[in-house]
């Protein structure tokens, strides 16, 4: 298992102890192989942070947190694939290089497994790859992990548009106990590339960050 971190705030961003949170992570934890942060929104990830990490030697995983329940339970997903082409343009992700845009579905929310085919068609049209990642956990008979077999089922006659999957069950503390995410009923384990865990990463009271874990360097082609 490899190790990365999830973060909403910049990882160039100075702390009150003097670190910037890159430094504070690697003292806390271990050195980060790669940082997922969000490419849309208020803390959007910038050219600026992006070289900041590619001089870290650290490799980005690109990110859509926080869609709304609504627009993630319809079936049209244009309006958000082409908010994404844009912003992959504005970090100059090369178009045709199978480079991911993972999706964070939350736990207790709707999704439509039709709104997940459109966004990851309209993102292979530019050579770009759909990842989703949501609690897989069936027996919290959450969503997800229904709507991805789902998506699965419809799209793997054509190789489901090459797409990635994440997991967020069972909690990963522990991660010497080896790869074990849980997965949907049309999955195994090695077609979960990313696994979440529930670890806070902190600098006093002030929640940073969390650990997210590849399952092998296999992933790292589709990071920038």
Same mark, same amino acid.
């Given at each position: 298992?490899?190790f990365?971190v999830?973060?909403?705030?910049?990882?160039?961003?100075?702390l009150?102890?003097?670190?910037?949170?890159f430094?504070?992570?690697?003292?806390?934890?271990?050195?980060?192989?790669?940082?997922?942060?969000?490419?849309t /929104?208020?803390s959007?990830? !910038?050219?600026d942070e +992006?070289? &900041?990490?590619?001089?870290?030697? @650290?490799?980005?995983a690109?990110?859509?947190?926080g869609?709304?329940?609504?627009e993630?339970?319809?079936n049209?997903?244009?309006?958000?694939?082409?908010?994404?082409?844009?912003?992959?343009?504005k970090?100059k992700?090369p178009?045709?290089?199978?480079?991911a845009?993972?999706?964070r579905f939350g736990?207790?929310?709707?999704m439509n497994?039709n709104?997940?085919?459109?966004?990851?068609a309209?993102?292979?049209?530019?050579?770009?790859?759909? /990842?989703?990642?949501?609690? !897989?956990?069936s027996s +919290?008979? &959450?969503?997800?992990?229904?709507? @991805?077999g789902?998506f699965?089922?419809a799209?793997?006659?054509?190789?489901?548009?090459?797409?990635?999957?994440?997991?967020?069950?069972?909690?990963c503390?522990?991660p010497?106990?080896?790869?074990?995410?849980?997965?949907?009923?049309?999955?195994?384990?090695?077609d979960?590339?990313?696994?979440?865990?529930?670890?806070?990463i902190?600098?006093g009271?002030?929640?940073?960050?969390?650990?997210?874990?590849?399952?092998?360097?296999?992933?790292f082609?589709?990071?920038?």
């Open positions: 298992m490899i990365g999830k973060s909403k705030i910049p990882s160039d961003m100075k009150t102890n003097g670190y910037s949170l430094d504070w992570i690697m003292r806390k934890k271990d050195v980060p192989e790669f940082w997922m942060r969000n490419i /929104g208020e959007r990830i !910038t050219p +992006l070289a &900041f990490l590619k001089n870290k030697g @650290c490799r980005v690109l990110l859509i947190d869609i709304p329940e609504a993630a339970a319809s049209n997903a244009a309006a958000r694939a082409f908010e994404t082409l844009d912003a992959l343009r970090l992700a178009s045709f290089s199978g480079k845009v993972f999706v736990d207790d929310e709707f497994h709104w997940m085919i459109s966004f990851a309209i993102l292979s049209e530019y050579g770009y790859l759909a /990842g989703f990642i949501g609690n !897989t956990d +919290l008979n &959450f969503c997800f992990d229904r709507e @991805c789902h699965y089922n799209t793997k006659q054509i190789g489901c548009y090459g797409a990635l999957y994440g997991a967020t069950e069972p909690d503390n522990a010497e106990n080896g790869w074990k995410p849980y997965f949907p009923s049309d999955f195994s384990a090695d979960i590339s990313l696994w979440e865990s529930r670890e806070v902190k600098c009271e002030a929640e940073l960050a969390s650990p997210v874990y590849a399952r092998d360097t296999g992933v082609e589709n990071l920038i």
